[in-house]
């Protein structure tokens, strides 16, 4: 939960902040968060998501990124524009 909270917090002015969840539950995730129910594990599959992680996807659908550490994601983003 706090990891999304701080990408929502640090990142969701241009990005949309979507968590994938094999038996969705939208308790405690901040309101605008989209849950994605994946119950038949279609998207884990697809993306070799075996263990939680953090993906940000390309409007493309190019991965640009993948962590098994989902915090990661602002030092990546503070790389990216440093």
């Known amino acids: 939960k706090r990891a999304v909270e ?3 917090e640090d990142q969701g002015h241009w990005m949309d902040v979507i968590v994938v969840c094999g038996a969705a ?3 405690g995730l901040p309101a605008d968060v989209t849950l994605l129910d994946d119950t038949g ?6 993306y070799g998501a075996d ?3 953090l993906y ?3 409007p ?3 991965v640009a990124y993948r962590s ?7 030092e990546y983003v503070e790389r990216l524009l440093s």
């Open 51 to 53: 263990a939680p992680c």
């Open 68 to 74: 098994r550490r989902i915090d990661s994601l602002g």
């Open 41 to 46: 594990f279609v998207l884990h599959n697809h």
């Open 56 to 58: 940000l996807i390309r």
């Open 25 to 27: 539950s939208q308790d």
């Open 6 to 8: 701080a990408a929502i």
């Open 60 to 62: 493309d659908d190019y």
